[in-house]
């Protein structure tokens, strides 16, 4: 089992940039692929990127490709999320998760996590 703890969300202006960290407990974080999910208010949870285990392997939704960048440091314990030229739409409650998972695997399915965070709010004003 495995405890997540994001951090680093807050109030920038359009244009700025937040990096978001999620600490995870235990000895077996490299041994989950993670991810980042959103949720605005009165909307459903979106992905928003996925990394594997080693970290080789990234995907983005379309809305956020070439603005946020995922990373981990298994060493640390925590998977990043550098976003970059925040929009206004950006503004939501971002989660991270972990998924048990094989080298090289990703997952954009939210059902596919098995681990969930509590949430760091990130507010973008226009």
Not at 12 to 27: K, Y
Not at 76 to 87: D, F, G
Not at 95 to 124: E, F, H, I, P
Request: proline share 2%; hydrophobic share 35%.
């Amino acid at each position: 089992q495995v405890q997540l703890v994001e951090s680093g969300g807050g109030l920038v202006q359009a244009g700025g940039s937040l990096r978001l960290s999620c600490a995870a407990s235990g000895r077996t974080f490299s041994t989950y692929a993670m991810g980042w999910f959103r949720q605005a208010p009165g909307k459903e949870r979106e992905f928003v990127a996925a990394i594997s285990l080693s970290g080789g392997r990234t995907y983005y939704a379309d809305s956020v490709k070439g603005r946020f960048t995922i990373s981990r440091d298994n060493a640390e314990n925590t998977v990043y999320l550098q976003m970059n030229r925040l929009k206004p739409e950006d503004t939501a409650v971002y989660y991270c998760a972990a998924a048990v998972g094989y080298s090289g695997t990703l997952y954009t399915r939210a059902r596919d996590y098995n681990y969930w965070g509590q949430g760091t709010q990130v507010t973008v004003s226009s």
